[in-house]
C-alpha cells in the first residue's frame, strides 16, 4: 500500500522506492509477531532452554542466511546497488531488477538470470555503471600496416567519432598512437558515450565507418603475418626475408620465401 498509494505519487527515483518499501515491510513483519505473541500470552521463560540449544543450531545452521539477510540491509541503507542499475559481477553484466532478503537477481544481456548472495556484493568487487553517473567510455583498437600515415589515421578517427550523433563533444573523442607491435602500428580511439543505451550498436557504428573511411583514403587495416623460409641442409646463409632475390641466386641458394596471411 505504501509503494501503490504514496511511493509512486512522489518524485522519488525506482531504487529509493523499493528500499523504503523493503524496510517498511520488513518493520510491519517484525511489529506483527510481536503483537502476536503478547495477544497469545506466550511465557517465554517456560521455553527458554529449548530457545537456548536452538539458538545455537540455528546460529550454525543459518550463519550464511542471517549474513545475507543483514548484508541486505546495508545495501537498502547504503544503497550502492539499486534497482536498474548496470553491474558487472563475475564477468557477467547486465541489470539489477530485483534486490530481496537473501539476493539481488541481476538480468544480462541476453536475458539470463544470475542470483548473487548479498554477502558476496558486501564483500566482494562489483563494478556498477552507473552509480554516481551514466557517463561511460568507449575504446576501439586499430592496428594500422606498416609504413601507413599514423597522423591521417589519427584524424580519421576522431572525425568518426565527432560525426556520430550519440558520441558526447565534452569530453572530447581522442585518438593516440599506443605501440609499434609485431605486424601494425597499434592506435586506440576513446570516445564517451551519455548512457549505455545502444553501447554496441554505437561501437558497431564506429567500426564500420572507420573501415570505410579508411578504405577511401588509402589505409590499410594491418593482419598478422608471418615469413616462412625453406632451406636445403647445406644452405647456411642468412638473408633478410624481405629483400628480393635474383632468380639465380634463389635456385643456388635451394631457398624460397612463403608469406603465409
Not at 495477544?39 to 545475507?68: R, T
Not at 585518438?175 to 609485431?182: H, T, V
Amino acid at each position: 500500500m505504501l509503494e501503490l498509494a504514496v511511493l509512486r505519487t512522489t518524485s522519488i527515483d525506482t531504487g529509493t522506492r523499493h528500499a523504503i518499501a523493503t524496510i517498511a515491510q520488513y518493520a510491519v513483519l517484525a511489529t506483527g509477531l510481536v503483537l502476536l505473541f503478547n495477544v497469545i500470552n506466550l511465557d517465554w521463560a517456560k521455553f527458554g532452554w529449548i530457545a537456548g540449544g536452538l539458538s545455537v543450531g540455528i546460529g550454525f545452521g543459518m550463519q550464511e542466511v542471517v549474513a545475507n539477510f543483514v548484508c541486505g540491509l546495508i545495501l537498502l541503507v547504503e544503497r550502492p546497488i539499486r534497482i536498474g542499475d548496470v553491474v558487472t559481477v563475475d564477468g557477467m553484466m547486465g541489470t539489477v531488477t530485483k534486490i530481496q532478503m537473501r539476493a539481488i537477481t541481476i538480468t544480462s544481456l541476453d536475458r539470463q538470470d544470475l542470483v548473487v548472495p548479498n554477502k558476496t556484493l558486501i564483500t566482494g568487487n562489483i563494478l556498477n555503471w552507473t552509480l554516481s553517473a551514466s557517463l561511460n567510455r568507449i575504446m576501439i583498437p586499430v592496428g594500422v600496416a606498416y609504413g601507413g600515415d599514423t597522423k591521417q589515421a589519427r584524424q580519421i578517427l576522431v572525425d568518426v567519432a565527432s560525426d556520430h550523433p550519440r558520441v558526447l563533444k565534452d569530453p572530447a573523442p581522442t585518438a593516440s598512437f599506443e605501440q609499434f607491435a609485431d605486424s601494425s602500428l597499434n592506435l586506440v580511439l576513446r570516445a564517451y558515450l551519455p548512457d549505455l543505451v545502444n553501447r554496441i550498436g554505437t561501437i558497431t557504428d564506429l567500426h564500420t565507418e572507420i573501415d570505410k573511411r579508411f578504405v577511401a583514403a588509402g589505409i590499410e587495416i594491418a593482419f598478422a603475418q608471418q615469413d616462412i623460409h625453406i632451406r636445403n641442409g647445406s644452405d647456411n646463409v642468412l638473408f633478410n626475408p624481405r629483400d628480393e632475390l635474383p632468380a639465380s641466386q634463389a635456385s643456388n641458394q635451394g631457398s624460397q620465401r612463403f608469406v603465409a596471411k
